[in-house]
């Protein structure tokens, strides 16, 4: 590993001082929402979606609970993304501080620049994870077990980098777990849709977030840590083109499990062709480029949603 006394310098800002936070919010609990990363929400939508993919196809597939039920768990799950990602956020930061000081694009986070000390993350942190629970407990029994076996990988992300070239494999884990929380909040159960659908969300956070990691290949490999953007390299188009294939390919047999109409696979090839956009048009040193191709997935998880409940809506009409 490199030993450094001063930050590495690089242009990029990971920390903005002009959002709706420093604009808006009052100075002391400025900190706070920055270790949230409450003004970048792309990170709570792709933990969002899977749930909101689940709950909205088991849903549509019984009698056994209403609109208005699922309506009210899809809300739930969206306050619960907020703070679970956010809780995420603030054990990666406990985890890399001494890592962040040394790069001039995080040295501006909360912990390294000294706004907030470690134990009042660790306090912070351990009331985001109340109020997290606080969430799951709405749920039935079933998905609060669930949810509660999401927890291991959750602490184990932040450290994989540190030893394997994998560590989107642990997020893609942990990402993606909301598509059996979901599942099991309307069934009680989790069923092969289910898994199905874990397994999609799994290959597609992996093109994403190796997408997203070539932003600080350099940064990474000047202080030593792993990511797929520095084990694949200029493959990396070609292993994104065969992660979201395994996407596609998981979440057409997510829809047949669970007897989807036709229309579902129809929909579900045009937000296919959205992933072969990304990998088509991505420019591995452009970090621009790579955080655009990134953000994008937002739109693609929504289009998926879109498939599922209108496939829903035909089959019923």
Not at 80 to 99: S, T
Not at 168 to 191: P, Y
Not at 308 to 316: D, K, T
Request: net charge positive; aromatic share 10%; proline share 4%.
């Amino acid at each position: 590993m490199t030993q450094v006394n001063q930050p590495i310098q690089t242009s990029k800002n990971d920390m903005p001082q002009d959002g709706w936070i420093d604009r808006f919010m009052p100075e002391p609990v400025r900190p706070y929402l920055k270790l949230l990363r409450l003004d970048r929400p792309i990170g709570t939508w792709l933990l969002l979606l899977p749930c909101w993919w689940s709950t909205a196809m088991a849903g549509g597939l019984t009698d056994a609970i209403t609109t208005k039920q699922i309506v009210i768990m899809m809300a739930l799950f969206g306050v619960g993304a907020v703070i679970m990602r956010g809780a995420g956020c603030v054990i990666n930061d406990l985890a890399d501080r001494n890592f962040d000081g040394k790069v001039e694009r995080t040295t501006t986070r909360p912990l390294p620049s000294g706004q907030v000390k470690v134990w009042q993350a660790l306090l912070f942190l351990g009331f985001m994870m109340l109020l997290g629970l606080g969430i799951l407990v709405q749920f039935r029994i079933e998905a609060i077990i669930v949810g509660i076996c999401s927890i291991p990988i959750i602490i184990t992300y932040p450290f994989m980098k540190r030893i394997t070239y994998w560590p989107q494999a642990c997020l893609g884990l942990a990402f993606n777990w909301g598509a059996l929380v979901g599942w099991a909040a309307v069934t009680g159960t989790v069923e092969p849709a289910a898994i199905a659908m874990y397994a999609a969300g799994f290959f597609w956070t992996l093109g994403y977030d190796t997408i997203y990691a070539h932003q600080d290949k350099d940064d990474d490999a000047k202080i030593g840590l792993k990511s797929l953007a520095l084990r694949l390299g200029d493959a990396t188009p070609k292993w994104a083109k065969g992660f979201y294939t395994m996407t596609t390919l998981l979440l057409g047999v997510s829809g047949m499990l669970a007897g989807l109409h036709w229309s579902y696979f129809v929909l579900l090839g045009l937000a296919g062709i959205h992933l072969g956009w990304q990998v088509a048009t991505v420019k591995l040193d452009d970090a621009a480029n790579c955080l655009k191709r990134f953000k994008s997935n937002r739109d693609y998880g929504l289009l998926v949603l879109a498939a599922i409940v209108l496939s829903h809506l035909i089959a019923n009409a």
